[in-house]
């Protein structure tokens, strides 16, 4: 199961707007709703920052947003804060009952 | 507070064997798929495996099928990962974490344990 294309890195200015995307294959995304977003700041443990596709975990800030079109996925996250500095990792559930991630994105707050 | 927290991890020489350990907390353990997830070092996540909250039915990444096992015991809140064959690309941070009970994903993570195959 080779891994969900992500950019390597995207950055903004706090309170700008940016997107991530998440490309799969009709093996996974393009057949699910069950795509994830994580959140990872350096040196710490993931934290889900979205799930199927859109939907926000309670203590999510609702300028995380996520959505999906055919095989590609997307996270963006409105009015960029410092704290938003990360890398974040997409994730679906694929044909085979396995879970395959991205390859990550680190996001820089400039 | 629910709670994972994996130990076991350690140096192993290639070839050799590790058992990981994860002893959850502040939930019904019973009730939930588990996963192992794994991160070599300044590298991305990994799904390695899974297994249902009877533990009867266990699924593998291709990477570590036939070498690694997945196991849990529900009388002690725990989840195992049996891992033989050892190999440097085996290197990473192991993850412990919870299928989510109301949808299709992961929702809870622990801290991980840090497994380095090198002779």
């Known amino acids: 199961q080779s891994a969900l294309t992500q950019p390597p890195s995207v950055s903004g200015s706090p309170g700008q707007s940016v997107t991530i995307s998440c490309t799969g294959t009709?093996?996974?995304?393009?057949?699910?709703?069950?795509v994830s977003w994580y959140q990872q700041p350096p040196g710490t443990a993931p934290k889900v920052t979205i799930y199927?596709?859109?939907n926000r975990p309670s203590g999510v800030p609702d300028r995380f947003s996520g959505s999906k079109s055919g095989n590609t996925a997307s996270l963006t996250i409105s009015g960029l804060q410092a704290e938003d500095e990360a890398d974040y990792y997409c994730s679906s559930y694929t044909t085979k009952s396995t879970w395959v991630f991205g390859g990550g994105t680190k996001l820089t707050v400039l | 507070e629910v709670q994972l927290v994996e130990s076991g991890g350690g140096l192993v020489q290639p070839g050799g064997s590790l058992r990981l350990s994860c002893a959850a907390s502040g939930f019904t353990f019973s009730s939930y798929w588990m996963h192992w997830v794994r991160q070599a070092p300044g590298k991305g996540l990994v799904w390695v495996s899974q297994?249902?909250?009877?533990?009867?039915?266990?699924i593998y990444a291709d990477s570590v099928r036939g070498r690694f096992s997945i196991s849990r015991d529900n009388a002690k809140n725990t989840l195992f990962l049996q891992m033989n064959s050892l190999s440097p690309e085996d290197t990473a941070v192991y993850y412990c974490s919870r299928g989510a009970g109301n949808y299709y994903g992961i929702d809870i993570w622990g801290q991980g344990t840090t497994v380095t195959v090198s002779s």
């Open positions: 009709s093996s996974d995304i393009g057949s699910y709703n069950h």
């Open positions: 199927e596709v859109s």
């Open positions: 297994t249902s909250p009877n533990g009867r039915t266990t």
